[in-house]
């Protein structure tokens, strides 16, 4: 495995934690506007709905990007089939995501022809 497939599941591990920071973040400011507002649970149920429905999507999402990105670098075709999906729905989220998500697909596709070309280690023609 080249250094750039590499630096693409360790750039997938890393934004798995961060999504799992973000929903974390998330659940932890909402809990404290909620109780510092004095708000009834039961007055936001539709809300309380939204945000943990938001969350679950996001935790899940970031727990299989970062599953993903272990065995990527242990030589799993299905994670980068995974990882190739959630690269592509990253390429939305722009600025940072785009970057990304242009650069992890671009090393996850490139043929073996322009590995060597490239001059990567390990690779022969």
């Given at each position: ?78 994670a980068k089939g995974w990882l190739i999906v959630t690269n592509i ?24 022809e322009a590995q060597v070309k490239d001059g990567a280690p390990g690779?022969?023609?």
């Amino acid at each position: 495995m080249d250094i750039h497939r590499q630096v693409a599941a360790w750039l997938a591990i890393a934004a798995g934690a961060l999504g799992l920071f973000t929903v974390l973040g998330m659940v932890l400011l909402i809990s404290g506007v909620v109780v510092a507002a004095g708000i009834d649970l039961n007055e936001m149920r539709v809300f309380a709905f939204f945000i943990k429905a938001v969350c679950a999507v996001i935790g899940v999402l970031s727990l299989s990007d970062i599953i993903a990105g272990i065995c990527y670098l242990r030589g799993s075709r299905v994670a980068k089939g995974w990882l190739i999906v959630t690269n592509i729905l990253f390429l939305f989220a722009f600025p940072v995501g785009s970057l990304i998500g242009a650069y992890s697909l671009w090393a996850m596709l490139r043929t073996v022809e322009a590995q060597v070309k490239d001059g990567a280690p390990g690779i022969e023609a």
